[in-house]
């Protein structure tokens, strides 16, 4: 699973995980056959859509070729690591798919954007098997892995396309772990002092508190570390006004996040999405979700005028302007972004250093 590219037409699907990977880059299963889960998903880009679409990136272009999205495509490296949708002992939500969990797990999310009027905008599943049963070599591996009997039943074919894309989705083409810092904790990589000083500030409850969030495993230098928790927060991300203009969106709409999963029905989860891993997060910009930050140095800036009284870090270095007020007002986890001292450019510097080290080897060249 090493390579970048589809599956060859002529290749035997000789597993599941195989047939997945030819249906992730399949831009038949869009309705204008322009758009396939690699679009959105670029494993050239640590699987964001790596297009401009006319908004710097910050959302994605539908299969029409005018529709715009109001979120940021959130990566698919490392999603399999996300658990089922569900309250934990401490009665917050965590896990799921999409960045408001709507989906419990890969294969409900691998179902979800060929069927989107805004996104690959199949008319339904029916018409999406029509489309599989055009390739000879799916039908015969469909038949293969599922049963002779799996196209009779198109709502059975279309889950059997979604588990597929799901199995490839898990495969370590998604999740290599092969980082500088996965290097570090191997002993195969000597980290740079500012990069070791971006560490010790992640993980350090007296300065900032980075992994309260951004940490899956029970102890700092876990192997395997996806660096979330897979909680939701609201942290007052501001809308961003560009796409708004653009996408057609009432002016009235508020994104409220966790509420709008069809699963919750609490006001008090408006505003909350999903914590992101931060594996590939410096070449995965622009940033939260939706899209409203181009700079990595940026977010971790927005992050720190939660803790600094200084007139500069309430300014926006990218509009020169006060921080917008945030979506959703209510809500914001103020006890989990006010955890520590003001961080002066040295640190703010490190801590990028230090995420930079969470790039993929293969995207390493894109660093800049």
């Not at 959105?40 to 529709?67: E, I, M, Q, T």
């Not at 290599?176 to 350090?204: A, H, I, V, W």
């Not at 930050?293 to 006060?322: C, H, M, W």
């Amino acid at each position: 699973m090493g390579s970048l590219a589809p599956l060859q037409a002529e290749a035997a699907f000789d597993s599941v995980e195989a047939l997945g990977q030819a249906l992730f880059f399949d831009t038949n299963l869009s309705r204008n056959r322009t758009q396939s889960c690699a679009t959105c998903h670029s494993p050239n880009r640590g699987f964001v859509d790596d297009r401009d679409n006319g908004v710097g990136g910050a959302v994605s272009l539908g299969d029409d070729g005018k529709s715009l999205g109001d979120r940021n495509a959130p990566s698919a490296a490392y999603a399999a690591f996300s658990p089922p949708f569900h309250l934990n002992d401490a009665g917050s939500y965590v896990g799921g798919q999409f960045l408001d969990g709507r989906e419990d797990d890969l294969a409900g999310q691998a179902g979800g954007p060929p069927l989107n009027p805004i996104e690959m905008a199949m008319p339904d599943k029916i018409s999406t098997v029509q489309r599989l049963m055009e390739n000879d070599d799916y039908v015969t591996a469909f038949k293969t892995f599922y049963g002779d009997a799996i196209f009779n039943d198109p709502e059975q074919a279309y889950s059997a396309m979604a588990k597929s894309i799901a199995a490839f989705e898990k495969t370590e083409f998604f999740a290599p772990f092969d980082s500088k810092y996965d290097r570090y904790l191997r002993g195969e990589y000597e980290l740079t002092p500012q990069e070791d000083l971006g560490m010790t500030l992640f993980f350090s409850k007296q300065f900032t508190n980075c992994n309260l969030c951004h940490q899956l495993k029970r102890l700092p230098g876990s192997e395997g570390e996806t660096f979330s928790n897979y909680e939701y927060h609201n942290i007052g991300t501001p809308v961003n006004v560009a796409v708004r203009k653009l996408n057609g969106m009432d002016a009235d709409y508020v994104d409220r996040g966790l509420l709008d999963n069809p699963k919750v029905d609490d006001p008090g989860q408006a505003g909350k999405f999903k914590v992101p891993t931060l594996r590939n997060v410096a070449v995965t910009g622009p940033y939260m979700h939706n899209g409203v930050f181009k700079d990595l140095r940026t977010v971790v800036l927005f992050y720190n005028k939660y803790n600094s009284r200084s007139a500069q870090r309430q300014i926006n270095p990218e509009t020169g302007k006060p921080w917008a007020a945030a979506e959703i007002a209510e809500n914001i986890s103020l006890e989990e972004l006010e955890t520590g001292p003001a961080l002066d450019d040295k640190r703010i510097d490190a801590l990028v250093a230090f995420l930079k080290t969470l790039t993929d080897r293969r995207y390493e060249k894109l660093l800049e």
